[in-house]
T-cell receptor, first 114, second 111 residues
Framework: EADIYQTPRYLVIGTGKKITLECSQTMGHDKMYWYQQDPGMELHLIHYSYGVNSTEKGDLSSESTVSRIRTEHFPLTLESARPSHTSQYLC?????????????FGSGTRLTVV | AQSVTQPDIHITVSEGASLELRCNYSYGATPYLFWYVQSPGQGLQLLLKYFSGDTLVQGIKGFEAEFKRSQSSFNLRKPSVHWSDAAEYFCAGLRNNDMRFGAGTRLTVKP
């Protein structure tokens, strides 16, 4: 079944640690996105990619980095986690074109930095 | 600037009652419009979308939404709410590959 997977679902980690949030999709979508979600706030785009070896920063300034070496895989890395990084991170993907089909979202990773 | 606004942070309705969640958009031209639902601990699931044509669109789970250009609105409705509809609902607009989300409306369903 075509889907988008995020791991881990929950992560508690100490300040200063390096972490990678995984996102994989089996739909062959070219476009992939990372959003940060905080309670009562709109989703904020932090990174996006329109294909292999293509990555861009979104509206929200983020200390994270991403890579897109394979179409299906779009991991997000924090080199040195801080408590301000505590949030929910949502990965999404979309088919080619203008986007009228909407995005497919993963279940999210809830990150807590202590 | 392009934006989507959901005026209601939290709405409570009784099971079986009708529901309307409000969404307003501010774009230079009509964007693609979407409603997503998010259950606790889950990602967003697409309920319905509007691109063009018929202004009343049907979605999954018995939801519908009406596009009103004159009011820059895209309100979500359901005739009879079920307890399982309790969730967070997000309106979104997309133009030029830029998807903007509202802050969400949390729906509580009373027995």
């Amino acid at each position: 079944e075509a889907d988008i997977y995020q791991t881990p679902r929950y992560l508690v980690i100490g300040t200063g640690k390096k972490i990678t949030l995984e996102c994989s999709q089996t739909m062959g979508h070219d476009k992939m996105y990372w959003y940060q979600q905080d309670p009562g706030m709109e989703l904020h785009l932090i990174h996006y990619s329109y294909g292999v070896n293509s990555t861009e920063k979104g509206d929200l300034s983020s200390e994270s980095t991403v890579s897109r070496i394979r179409t299906e895989h779009f991991p997000l890395t924090l080199e040195s986690a801080r408590p301000s990084h505590t949030s929910q991170y949502l990965c999404a993907s979309g088919p080619p074109g203008q986007g009228w089909e909407g995005y497919t979202f993963g279940s999210g990773t809830r990150l807590t930095v202590v | 600037a392009q934006s989507v606004t959901q005026p209601d942070i939290h709405i409570t309705v009784s099971e079986g009652a009708s529901l309307e969640l409000r969404c307003n958009y501010s774009y230079g031209a009509t964007p693609y419009l979407f409603w997503y639902v998010q259950s606790p601990g889950q990602g967003l699931q697409l309920l319905l979308k509007y691109f063009s044509g018929d202004t009343l669109v049907q979605g999954i789970k018995g939801f519908e939404a009406e596009f009103k250009r004159s009011q820059s609105s895209f309100n979500l409705r359901k005739p009879s709410v079920h307890w399982s509809d309790a969730a967070e609902y997000f309106c979104a607009g997309l133009r030029n590959n830029d998807m903007r989300f509202g802050a969400g409306t949390r729906l509580t369903v009373k027995p």
